[in-house]
């Protein structure tokens, strides 16, 4: 594996995860191809030494783990989710001469980005067949079906100025001006296309909205990645080619959560029971589950803020993170990041051995800090933890930037990092 791999991969990985659901299955399948064995949730677990496995919650969220006996895992921990817009369950608005939908914000996201973009639709679709059951399906259109217009500078005087965005009026996609539409024909449609055509019932969905502008390089000499979704799906992508590429020896572990944007409350997030229901299982003696706990480290992984070239006052300038000079360790004295110094001494310890660059950040003492599923984690479990992530611009816009060269690094010392 080389960079230039590892990156186009990344890029593919992007592109075909325009949500959590999406995400996950093509996680899924990654894990399949390295000989990764499928755990239900609901059946008995027999798991055999030697053996690699997965499991899903929501199909939202993953753990995959090896199995050889050891105790000292070393946990990579990513989430899955990332600030959209998500579609209200009677969503079309039909005013105006024009079709368009109801959306709710998830997250925090930046929402100025989201206007003049070619946008599509995706994620879990519920329905009955014909056999009376009720299937999930995820669908993606793919197709650039709405888009959010801005309002004209000509109507709006103050637009450069102090422009505030109602989340309720203001930012509803438009779709088309046809007035004949119908939701529930619309996603039939997009069933049949998947060739599901006994749909008796149409229940509900889970479908969010996305730009279709693809991943690509940026830069003179390709320096940066831009894409949506790099909060969090570079980690992810960083934490699944790691534990697929470690012999079934090493106990390793890699989880990615989903609501981690909404505060990880939820069966599916960090803050649910997912992680320690798994666990558990794993090691079903308490003296070895715990004696597992406290061997372990946690390395939670989640995008850092670079220094903005345009916005430097921002950072305190001694904790300035630069794009493609290595994985950033973030520490907080008030726990929103469960960094420490002896986690972040073997961080470094692992960093220096591979020659691979790591950095510090951490917030201005007058601005407040973000949290990450780290904290959260170690509460829950008891378990030792770095919290690291990779220098990022533009957090939480629809389309987001990191240097070419840092998601590999990270990947080569999470490899090489043992708990
Ligand atoms: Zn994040």
């Known amino acids: 594996m080389n960079k230039n791999d590892f990156n186009e991969g990344l890029l593919g990985f992007l592109d075909a995860s325009p949500t959590p659901f999406h995400a996950t299955l093509n996680m899924t399948m990654m894990l399949i191809n390295a000989g990764f064995i499928k ?29 050889s006996g050891a105790k000292n895992y070393t946990m990579i921990g990513a989430h899955t989710d990332s600030p959209n817009l998500k579609l209200k369950p009677n969503p079309v608005i039909k005013e105006h001469g024009i079709v368009k939908f109801g959306v709710e914000s998830y997250g925090g996201l930046l929402l100025n980005p989201w206007f003049d973009r070619d946008l599509s639709l995706a994620g879990r679709v519920s329905y009955l067949d014909s056999k009376d059951e009720i ?22 005087d103050k637009a450069n100025k102090d422009k505030t965005i109602n989340k309720q009026t203001d930012i509803c996609p438009i779709l088309t001006t046809n007035s004949d539409f119908d939701f529930d024909e619309f996603l039939k449609w997009q069933l049949a296309k998947l ?39 570079l980690s992810c992508y960083v934490g699944l080619l790691s534990i697929c590429s470690v012999e079934s020896d090493k106990p390793m572990l890699f989880i990615a959560s989903d609501h981690e944007e909404v505060g990880s409350e939820s069966t ?64 907080n004295a008030n726990q929103r990041y469960a ?81």
């Open 39 to 67: 755990l239900e949730e609901t059946q008995k677990w027999d798991l055999k030494e030697g053996s690699k496995y997965y499991v899903t919650r929501n199909d939202s969220s993953v753990i995959a783990f090896t199995y």
């Open 135 to 156: 299937k999930d399906i995820l669908i993606d259109v793919k197709k650039s079906i709405v888009t959010i217009p801005s309002l004209a500078i000509h109507l709006d």
């Open 195 to 233: 060739n599901i055509l006994d749909v008796k019932e149409l229940y509900s969905s889970e479908l969010s909205f996305y730009d279709t502008q693809q991943a690509a390089f940026v830069g003179l000499h390709d320096d940066f990645i831009s894409s949506a979704r790099l909060d969090n799906l």
């Open 268 to 331: 599916s997030g960090a803050g649910g029971s997912f992680l320690e229901n798994t666990l558990r299982r794993m090691f079903k003696d308490y003296d070895d589950y715990m004696s597992m706990i406290r061997s372990s480290v946690l390395i939670s992984a989640d995008n850092a803020h670079a220094i903005h070239p345009n916005f430097p006052t921002k950072h305190d300038k001694e904790h300035s993170p630069l794009l493609n000079k290595g994985a950033v360790i973030k520490i």
């Open 339 to 419: 960094s420490n110094s002896t986690t972040i001494s073997k961080f470094m310890n692992v960093a220096r051995r591979l020659k691979e660059p790591y950095q510090q950040f951490v917030t201005r003492s007058d601005m407040g800090c973000g949290s990450t599923i780290g904290p959260i984690t170690a509460t829950r479990l008891g378990i030792e933890t770095i919290d690291v992530g990779l220098p990022t611009l533009g957090m939480h816009s629809i389309r987001e930037l990191c240097g070419s060269d840092d998601a590999f690094s990270l990947y080569k010392i999470v490899v090489g990092f043992k708990a």
